[in-house]
Nanobody
Framework: QVQLVESGGGLVQAGGSLRLTCATS????????MGWFRQAPGKGREFVAG??????NYSDSVKGRFTISRDNDKNVVYLQMNRLKPEDTAVYYC????????????????????WGQGTQVTVSS
């Protein structure tokens, strides 16, 4: 069983920054592919960023503004979000893929085995 707990969400003005943290339990963290997803009101959940080993990938909407990283000693994944926009407002979820294929995290929700409860990010204009 793997537990994921997100933190770091909040209210920020457009142009500001936030750093989300996902604390993960369970053995073998360094082998997991990790992903961040988000879900805005009335919309489906979408891929934001992923990291497998040191390989990262991003959605086009956040590329160049967000940075995903991980600390395998602490079993933590981070999402640094800069130059935030009102359209970034959403609940952000962390997810773990325990049996990843390929060199990068998948963008497909169904491939992830465990999810956190989410943290709200609100960007005011």
């Amino acid at each position: 069983q793997v537990q994921l707990v997100e933190s770091g969400g909040g209210l920020v003005q457009a142009g500001g920054s936030l750093r989300l943290t996902c604390a993960t339990s369970g053995r073998g963290f360094s082998t997991y592919a990790m992903g961040w997803f988000r879900q805005a009101p009335g919309k489906g959940r979408e891929f934001v960023a992923g990291i497998r080993w040191s390989n990262t990938n991003y959605s086009d909407s956040v590329k160049g503004r967000f940075t995903i990283s991980r600390d395998n000693d602490k079993n933590v994944v981070y999402l640094q979000m800069n130059r935030l926009k009102p359209e970034d407002t959403a609940v952000y979820y962390c997810a773990a893929d325990l049996n990843p294929r390929g060199s990068f995290s998948t963008r497909i929700m169904g491939e992830y085995d465990y999810w956190g409860q989410g943290t709200q990010v609100t960007v005011s204009s």
